[in-house]
Nanobody, 124 residues
């Protein structure tokens, strides 16, 4: 059974940084696309970043480019998202997702498995 468990969220002041992690288990994720999305209250879930586990190709949301780094470890168990220069509008629940197709995409439909999310709150 595939499990994605996010961690690393919390309360941080504007201008600070956070590193979110997604522990993946239940199968081998080689060939998968791994994505991060976020959802703020009253808003739709939106794409943040994605990485291909086999080749480490990356794809970032235009709105956050320059502040993000997505990476994965070499033993195919953890995907991380570093967010710098945090802003109050980055406050959201951040979700990890895995897509069997391996295609890096910004659409939720491109991902088959989802974690429960980790809350990030940025104070001004």
């Amino acid at each position: 059974q595939v499990q994605l468990v996010e961690s690393g969220g919390g309360l941080v002041q504007a201008g600070g940084s956070l590193r979110l992690s997604c522990a993946a288990s239940g199968r081998t994720f080689s060939g998968y696309a791994m994505g991060w999305f976020r959802q703020s209250p009253g808003k739709e879930r939106e794409f943040v970043a994605a990485i291909s586990w086999s080749y480490a190709n990356t794809y970032y949301a235009d709105s956050m480019t320059g502040r993000l780094t997505i990476s994965r470890d070499n033993d195919n168990t953890t995907v991380s998202l570093q967010i710098n220069s945090l802003k109050p509008e980055d406050t959201a629940v951040y979700y990890c997702a895995a897509g069997r197709s391996g295609i890096l995409c910004s659409f939720m439909q491109g991902y088959n498995y989802w974690g429960q999310g980790t809350q990030v709150t940025v104070s001004s």
